[in-house]
Nanobody
Framework: QVQLVESGGGLVQPGGSLRLSCVASGSTFTSLLMHWYRQAPGKQREFIAG???????NYADWVKGRFTISRDNGKSTVYLQMNSLKVEDTALYYC????????????WGNGTLVTVSS
């Protein structure tokens, strides 16, 4: 069992930046595939970015360089640096962990709310 706790959300003006954090516990962090997702009001949850244990990353096409995922294996933490935030980035941001080779298993945090507004 993996427990995930997100933090770092809040209110930010358009054009601003935030860094989200997700601390994992209950499993060997280095073995986990880690991802960030988000869900805006009235919309489905969508993938943002993923990072493997060797720090190989992949991003949704719409990210276009604005967001960066990273991990600190020593702190069992994954980060999402978000720059040039837009009003449409307002959403609940979730951390996700997948323990290879059990790719059908997904662990989720409770989310951290990001509100982009002037």
């Amino acid at each position: 069992q993996v427990q995930l706790v997100e933090s770092g959300g809040g209110l930010v003006q358009p054009g601003g930046s935030l860094r989200l954090s997700c601390v994992a516990s209950g499993s060997t962090f280095t073995s986990l595939l880690m991802h960030w997702y988000r869900q805006a009001p009235g919309k489905q949850r969508e993938f943002i970015a993923g990072i493997a244990r060797d720090s190989t990353t992949n991003y949704a096409d719409w990210v276009k360089g604005r967001f960066t995922i990273s991990r600190d294996n020593g702190k069992s933490t994954v980060y999402l640096q978000m720059n040039s935030l837009k009003v449409e980035d307002t959403a609940l941001y979730y951390c996700n962990a997948v323990p290879p080779p059990n790719f059908a298993i997904n662990y989720w945090g409770n989310g951290t709310l990001v509100t982009v507004s002037s």
